[in-house]
Structure formats: C-alpha cells, structure tokens
C-alpha cells in the first residue's frame, strides 16, 4: 500500500508541473492515463507560433525623444532616430505631418531612400534651425509605416533656441480679414546684448503692399525687459493694417533698421488672408494664411484633392468661376458648379485639385523647402475678386 501511495503521489506531482524526467511532458488521454510527449514538440510548435506572430514588417523605435539642450539662432542641428526593422518583409516609412513650436524655423524630415530589409535597420533624421526664434522649441514628426500592429510613430526633438535678439512671437499671423477691413497687432523686441539696442529704421520686404501697413515703435518699460530673463533692451513694435489688401493670402516682412554692429536688422515675418463673398473649405486648407497644405505625395500614385468654394452674397448666382492659371505644371485644376438650396446669395464650387502619376519629383513647400505653388480663380463675369492659393506639396519617388 505503501508503494501504490508513493507512485500515485509521483504521478500526481509530474501532472501538476507537466514534466518528467528524459525531457518529456505529461498529459493525460480521454481515460485519464497519463501519456508522455517530447518537450521539444511543444518548443517546436511555440516556436511556430511566434514566427507567425513576427511575419510581415515590424518597426522597433529605441528611442522617440530627443533633447539638443541649447542652440544658437541660425545654427542647424539634426538628429538620426534609428528605425529597425525586426519583421519577416519590407518595412516602408514614409511622412505624415511635421510640427513645431515656433513660426520661423527651418524644420525638415529626412526619410531613408527606399523600404527596410527584414533585420536591418535606416535612420529617420529630423533637422531644425531658427531663423529669428529665441525661446523654447520642440518639433514633431510623425512617420507611417505599413506595419499592422504600429502604422505610425512619432519622433520629437526639443531644446531652446539662443540668440543676441528675440522677437515675441517671432511671425505675426492676421486672421482672415475682411475685405476693406482694417487690422492690428504687436510684438516685442527683446535685446541681449550688452550694449543698448536701438532701432533707427524701418523698411517693407513687398512693395506692391507696403502702403497699406504702418509701423511704429517705442522702448518697452525697464520692468517689462526684466521679465524676459537675460534681456538688457526691448521694444514694442506695433502694426496697423489699413483697408486696401486684395482678397487672398498675403506677406510681407518688416526689417528693422538698428544700431548694433553684430545685428544691424531685425526682420519680422507677416502673413494673413483677406477674405471676400469668396471663402474656401477642405482638408488642409488654413483660412488664416490661405494656404492648402497637401503633404507629400508619391510619384506612383499622385493625388486628386477635393476643395469647395462657397460663393455669398448678391452676385452668387450671377457668376461662374474659372481656373485662371496655375503653377506649377503638373498642378491640374478642374472646377464643377454644384446645385445649390433656395438661397439665392449662395453658390456652391467643387475645385479639384489634381497631381498626376508619373510627375516629377519636387520641392514646393515654402522657404528654403522650395518655391510653393498657386491656383489663381476668376469670377465670369468679373464680379468679384480674383482669389489666389497657395498650395505647399511635395512630390517624391
């Protein structure tokens, strides 16, 4: 009895941890007989089980953040963020949108050439530079990818941006503005130079506008300079808008003439939009700057981009718009009137936006990223004012 107790609690322990000696498992038949199986059959079959689950592409970020401490206005900085790919098929990266925390840097994401090997690994770089901005910084980006379990990841860089001038905020932006409206705004100029810094002129980058914007300064108070930190100077500068803008996007740049040897001018972007009975509404369309941004597009496979304009007013009814020009070629442009309600001072536009297959690669994104594209509309009859878009794109491989 002795005996039988002693096997039946062997047994009983070699049920419950599944092993036995000799590299075999225990597992019990339909009668309850235990029946051995070789441990290297459920390794086996585990093992096939995750080779299934790691099948397709499959991205791995070490690490997403990056922190560059302090840089000084005008300096470019990047940095590399390693994407491996740890999957079984190619891993494809591509852009989706970037962000930053100021209105006057340079940022850019540089994606690797073509898709990611199974078990090899590309580098992400993201590059930033200030061009008037001092203060705080951080950008974003967010990169795709055609893994199923992570379609996208997002990298951001930050630091603070130094310089011997500062402007606050570093680009003044008007909302949309009526047609025949006036407007205003201010910024503040902070020196940290060690001498005193002095404005002693101003000119406008655009001339064609330049009559329609006054500028004034005055030395900020020696309290409000002291709020700025490291600050020894400032000045607050103050823009009037009169009436006289045209209906559509507009910029100019202030440049302020100063006394400083290390920085004799000061520029001050400035950008807005004038709307009319004209307005337009879609995916990427900034109503405040009157800018469509589309992204980067892919040569293969090109885009259509659907846009309405809506049309108000007493001349509504009376006009048809038409696609006046557009810039660059492979911009095509197709316009369809829609049917409209019983409101009489309401008409309805689609504007279709087309970029072919097969078109060029190019840069059309704004500054040193490439002269942006436009899309210039009239009214027939000519009723109403002419409308401009600027549209920021890029076409890539």
């Known amino acids: 009895m002795r005996k039988v107790a002693k096997t039946r609690l062997a047994v009983i322990v070699a049920l419950a941890v599944g092993a036995a000696p000799g590299g075999r498992c225990w597992q019990a038949n339909s009668r309850g007989v235990l029946l051995a199986a070789d441990h290297r059959i459920v390794h086996a079959s585990r093992s096939m089980a995750s080779r299934e689950e790691r099948r397709g592409p499959k991205v791995q970020v070490d690490d997403e953040q990056h922190r560059f401490g302090k840089l000084d206005v005008g300096v470019a900085g990047r940095h590399g963020f390693v994407f491996v790919n740890v999957g079984s098929e190619p891993l494809v990266l591509g852009q989706d949108r970037t962000t930053c925390g100021c209105c006057t840097c340079v940022c850019a994401v540089r994606l690797p050439e073509g898709p990611v090997a199974p078990g090899k690994s590309a580098h992400v770089t993201l590059e930033w530079k200030s061009t008037l901005y001092v203060g705080p910084f951080r950008q974003t980006a967010t990169i795709v990818t055609n893994d199923p379990d992570r379609p996208s990841v997002t990298l951001s860089v930050s630091g603070r941006f130094m310089g011997p001038v500062g402007v606050v905020p570093s680009q003044v932006a008007f909302s949309s503005m009526r047609q025949g409206q006036a407007a205003s705004s201010e910024v503040r100029l902070y020196s940290y130079l060690p001498e005193p810094l002095k404005i002693t002129g101003c000119e406008l980058s655009n001339a064609t506008t330049a009559d329609c914007f006054d500028v004034a300064w005055e030395p900020l108070p020696t309290g409000h300079v002291q709020q700025e930190g490291e600050a020894r100077s400032g000045y607050v500068v103050r823009i009037n808008v009169r009436p006289g803008l045209p209906v559509g996007a507009f910029r100019q740049t202030i440049r302020l003439k100063t006394n400083s040897k290390a920085v004799p001018q000061v ?65 095509e442009v197709e316009l369809q009137p829609l049917p409209s309600a019983a409101d009489t001072g309401l008409s309805l536009t689609r504007l279709k936006i087309r970029i072919p297959p097969g078109s060029e690669p190019s840069m059309h994104l704004g500054g040193e990223r490439g002269e942006p594209g436009r899309i210039t509309i009239r009214s027939d009859p000519p009723l109403l004012p002419e409308l401009s878009i600027e549209v920021r794109f890029a076409v890539s491989e």
Request: hydrophobic letters at 40%; one cysteine or more; aromatic letters at 4%.
């Open 267 to 331: 520029e001050i972007p400035m950008q807005g939009a004038v709307v009319g009975d004209i307005s337009i509404a879609g995916r990427g369309w900034n109503a405040q700057t009157g800018v469509l941004s589309m992204g980067t597009i892919t040569r293969s496979e090109g885009t259509e981009w659907p846009l309405l304009i809506v049309v108000r007013g007493p001349q509504a009814g009376n006009v048809r718009l038409q696609a006046a020009g557009s810039v660059p070629r492979c911009l």
